[in-house]
């Protein structure tokens, strides 16, 4: 979906939207940010914490960081850091990092306008070259532990694989891939799946791994776009910020903060 196209129907929102003209009245661009998510956001720093930056220098102002816990689903992220606030009192920001670009969400949330993908994100596999040189099918992985996130879409792929074949085989106990792919540069497994952008960010480079699709039929190839929200009656924040982002993926910046942090750039 083009902005111009989010932009169509536009609905009021409990609160008054930070407008552009509030944003740089006020002098700083507040942004939405997930706690604990590597590569992206770990105690104020990572590819969002750039980005962001990247956007407030972009629009003119400084930036403020509304760093805050994931919901149940991301309707509740959503209501919660982009069109009302959160029940304990703080929020909504300006605009949220690393939101979906995704249509039966935007259809479930017309209070916000969801737009300008910036990284198209997949579920991958890595392995120690040396313990498994070759696997075109996850069989081959034979009885090798895996590790893997439990609580996350890897882990729920990893659990259905082939009807169930792998589920005694996993290792779940990490809070993300990063923690996963770290255990395998350690050398306690032979494989580990998780995001991309985790174990791109802990592996990328390393003659001893190998990063890949998965090797399932059924397994999501082409991923998901993420991008940004702001609240339905702001477009013309979104219309700067998306003006932002397009400069920064045309003169290379948005590849260059990927790279800084050791992963692969994927256009959305």
């Known amino acids: 979906m083009t902005l111009a196209a989010a932009f169509g129907t536009l609905v009021s929102s409990p609160a008054a939207a930070a407008s552009l003209s509030k944003v740089r009245e006020r002098g700083s661009l507040i942004v939405g940010m997930y706690h604990d998510m590597p590569p992206f956001h770990v105690a104020g720093k990572g590819i969002d914490v750039e980005l962001a930056q990247a956007l407030a220098a972009g629009l003119g102002v400084k930036l403020s960081l509304l760093p805050f816990n994931a919901d149940e689903n991301m309707n509740d992220d959503l209501r919660n850091m982009v069109w009302k606030g959160h029940y304990l009192g703080y929020g909504p920001a300006d605009v949220l990092m ?14 916000a306008l969801i737009f300008a993908p910036y990284y198209r994100e997949q579920v991958m596999l890595a392995r120690n070259l040396k313990q498994l040189p070759k696997l075109d099918t996850l069989s081959q992985v034979g009885q090798q532990t895996i590790a893997v996130p439990g609580q996350s879409l890897a882990g729920w792929l990893m659990l259905g694989a ?19 792919a770290e255990a395998l540069l350690r050398g306690e497994f032979a494989v580990a799946v998780g995001q991309a952008s985790e174990l791109e ?47 920064l993926s045309s003169n290379g910046q948005l590849k260059a903060i990927f790279n800084r942090h050791n992963v692969n750039w994927r256009s959305a």
């Open 201 to 247: 960010s802990v592996l990328r480079g390393n003659p001893d791994f190998a990063i890949e699709a998965i090797p399932l039929p059924r397994a999501p190839r082409d991923g998901w776009a993420t991008g940004l929200a702001v609240k339905a009656d702001a477009p013309d924040l979104a219309q700067a910020l998306q003006a932002a982002m397009n400069t």
């Open 162 to 180: 082939d009807q169930g074949a792998y589920k005694n085989q996993l290792n779940t106990q990490w809070k993300n891939g990063c923690e996963a």
């Open 98 to 111: 690393h939101v979906p670009v995704d249509k039966p969400l935007m259809d479930a949330t017309p209070q």
